[in-house]
């Protein structure tokens, strides 16, 4: 380990943090997990990811006005510590780094999952401890061949996605694979209505449409890896919005538009369907392997993330030392294997645990998700009353409409915990959820992090 000088390495190009964060954001939830939202608000569907969707481009512009102005490691852990205090930057490091190895334990156990297709007699935990082993090595390596791997991983998602809505388009518009025939798109409106089940069932569909987008926040953290980061963030937070908004609402519309939407999830994944109906007979080989892929990015992404919180949050005494040291890589070296330790953990208890656990499982990651986008508004909320007016003028990079979308999207966030609260299904979340935030604060108290936070200060303020 290197212990000389405590700075990341910036070797992230734009491409690298654009398709990154595409990556993180586009996962198995859109390529398999799409029909379980379909069956609760039918093709309303698309309402619920654009809305939400605009809600996060709030959010996302919120960090960039921060992440630009200050490009650094530990991104809105640093910002919350920063303008809401130690303790609101504690919980927000250790928040984040809880929900991407609970995220990661699910992904992983898929891929044991995934890779039974072409191996049906082999045990799935042999694939899960394989994928992990390789992902912590690849994490290893300098940043930047990290993000050449996430960038092909991403392209594969993306490519997948594009064929898809190029060719169902082709479908609905001049019959391409149906005998010649346009389906046109009166799927949308035929069977029921847009609104099959009413409002209520876009509502409580929402939940899971915010888990899909959770990891669109990960251009923030590699905010002190990037090269250039004012102009690559800038770019990257704005063309990822656009391009995810397009590929969930684009795929969905498609993909409703051909398949009556009560019908869609009962004969398997929605894009195997539309792939095979174009009589590409190796559909499901196809679709197995991007999801695949998906599962690997997302898993890669969660070490990525945890690592450098870890080294963020041991910077501030909040974690043990060692996490804070480099390798000759610049790469935080301790911190991705106390990730990829506790990762491991979770393979061990997903081979125990029932199916139904990963409703559980995607409820409680987003609400950590939720309070990570909460903190990263309350914190630009913050920053906007620290700046003067001079300084706002010159901000290069400003969250349109402030406050009021600040105000919409804090409202929003609210709002979800809500329904968490009333589904059964995501109830669970709204109990562990503030369980773990709970635990957190006692051990803050208990440690006696806050005396150390204080004298900080004070020395900062004499110094000043």
């Known amino acids: 380990m290197n212990t000389q000088g405590n700075e990341l390495h910036r070797g992230l190009e734009q491409r690298h943090i654009t398709l990154m964060s595409l990556g993180a954001a586009i996962g198995v939830g859109l390529f398999l997990g799409s029909a379980s939202t379909i069956k609760l608000a039918g093709p309303g569907i698309l309402l619920a990811y654009a809305f939400s969707g605009l ?4 959010i ?9 102005e200050k490009p650094v490691a ?4 640093k910002y919350a510590r920063d303008y809401l205090g130690p ?7 250790w928040n984040y780094w809880f929900l991407w190895i609970v995220t990661g334990m699910a992904e992983i156990t898929a891929v044991g999952i995934y890779m039974q297709f072409w191996f049906p007699d082999s045990p799935r935990w042999i694939w899960a401890l394989a994928a992990l082993a390789i992902m912590a090595s690849i994490n290893f390596l300098a940043v930047k061949a990290y993000g050449e791997l996430e960038f092909w991983f991403a392209l594969i998602k993306i490519v997948t996605i594009v064929a898809m809505i190029v060719s169902g388009a082709g479908m609905i518009f001049f019959g391409l694979g149906n005998g010649g025939i346009a389906t046109g798109i009166q799927n ?13 069932g876009v509502l409580l569909s929402l939940q899971m449409v915010m888990f899909a987008y959770l990891g669109i926040e990960m251009i923030g953290i590699t905010a002190g890896e990037v090269k250039n980061p004012q102009k690559s963030l800038a ?4 063309s990822v919005f656009w391009r995810i ?23 398997g994944s929605p894009f195997v369907l539309t792939f095979e109906q174009l009589g590409i007979p190796a559909a499901a080989g196809i679709i197995n392997f991007v999801v695949l892929t998906a599962a690997l990015s997302s898993c890669n992404s969660g070490i990525f993330s945890t690592a450098r919180m870890l080294f963020n949050l041991a910077n501030h005494g909040e974690a043990p030392e060692q996490f804070s040291k480099l390798t000759k890589n610049g790469v935080p070296g301790l911190a991705i294997l106390a990730s990829a330790a506790a990762l491991l953990i979770g393979v061990v208890l997903n081979y125990f645990v029932p199916a139904k656990v990963f409703a559980w499982v995607t409820s409680i990651a987003t609400f950590g998700a939720i309070w990570t986008w909460g903190i990263i508004l309350l914190s630009q909320l913050r920053y906007r009353k620290s700046l003067r007016k001079d300084q706002v003028k010159k901000l290069k990079y400003k969250l349109p409409l402030f406050p009021f979308t600040s105000y919409l999207s804090l409202g929003f966030l609210a709002f979800i915990i809500v329904l968490m609260a009333f ?3 995501t109830r669970v979340a709204v109990i562990v959820g503030p369980g773990w935030l709970l635990f957190l604060i006692a051990f803050y108290y208990g440690k006696g992090f806050h005396k150390r936070a204080n004298e900080t200060n004070l020395s900062s303020e004499k110094a000043g």
Do not use: C, H
């Open 55 to 58: 809600i996060m481009f709030f």
């Open 60 to 68: 996302m512009r919120a960090l960039g006005e921060m992440a630009i």
């Open 74 to 77: 530990g991104s809105f852990s």
């Open 87 to 93: 303790l609101a930057g504690y919980i927000t490091g």
């Open 188 to 200: 949308l409106w035929e069977y029921g209505g847009f609104f099959p089940n009413g409002f209520k």
């Open 235 to 238: 770019k990257a937070i704005d």
């Open 245 to 267: 908004l397009i590929f969930y609402v684009g795929a969905l519309f498609v993909i409703m538009s051909i398949y009556p939407w009560q019908d869609i999830g009962t004969k």
């Open 423 to 425: 589904s059964p299904d």
